[in-house]
């Protein structure tokens, strides 16, 4: 049987149903939101600016890798500009819950990013730029993930999606280079 320190944490429904019809504009944020509305916004125009440039950058090499093995290193810059895409479009989404308007404005989008859309190279070249543009997310994601904690769990649990696919995408990068080293995969 629940003690009464185990439910004081708990709204009781009718407290839930008063709470939900004041303040309709706000749409879903709650009085129990902790975060702060105007930063979370803020941030994760800068997660939507980031995951954008990263579509652009593994765009263009998937079109331009050349040599014996583009077609496989392509498809796989193919696939993590997808992945990046869905990134950007859920952050995107977040914002708008929160009552912002996503800036998908291309004015500005590289000083609002964390990461650099990069200059392209040789194969190997790519796959470094790529590799650190990764490292740059994953280090910035963890500062995220910790900095919304409890405040804001809808936004920390989405960066945490994030985090594991970028996470995901620095092993494939890692694995092409390591492969290369010492036998001709990458050209």
């Known amino acids: 049987m629940p003690t009464d320190t185990a439910n004081a944490f708990l709204s009781d429904v009718k407290t839930l149903r008063e709470r939900a019809k004041k303040s309709l504009d706000d749409g879903a944020v709650m009085p129990s939101y902790k975060g702060d509305v105007k930063?979370?916004?803020?941030?994760?125009?800068?997660?939507?600016?980031?995951?954008?440039?990263?579509?652009?950058?593994?765009?263009?090499?998937?079109?331009?890798v050349e040599g014996l093995t583009s077609e496989s290193v392509g498809a796989e810059f193919a696939e993590h500009a997808a992945s990046e895409r869905k990134h950007m479009l859920a952050a995107a989404q977040r914002i708008d819950q929160l009552g912002g308007v996503p800036n998908f404005n291309p004015e500005?989008?590289?000083?609002?990013?964390?990461?650099?859309?990069?200059?392209?190279?040789?194969l190997v070249e790519m796959v470094k730029q790529d590799l650190i543009a990764e490292r740059i997310v994953i280090e910035h994601y963890q500062e995220l993930i910790r900095y919304f904690g409890d405040n804001d769990p809808t936004t920390r649990?989405?960066?945490?999606?994030?985090?594991?696919?970028?996470?995901d995408h620095a092993t494939d990068l890692h694995d092409l280079l390591v492969a290369h080293e010492g036998k001709p995969f990458l050209s």
């Open 108 to 122: 500005g989008l590289a000083t609002r990013s964390a990461t650099e859309y990069g200059d392209g190279g040789n």
């Open 157 to 167: 649990i989405m960066l945490e999606g994030f985090l594991a696919d970028e996470e």
């Open 39 to 64: 930063k979370t916004v803020e941030l994760l125009q800068a997660v939507v600016a980031t995951e954008l440039v990263c579509v652009l950058r593994y765009t263009m090499h998937s079109i331009s």
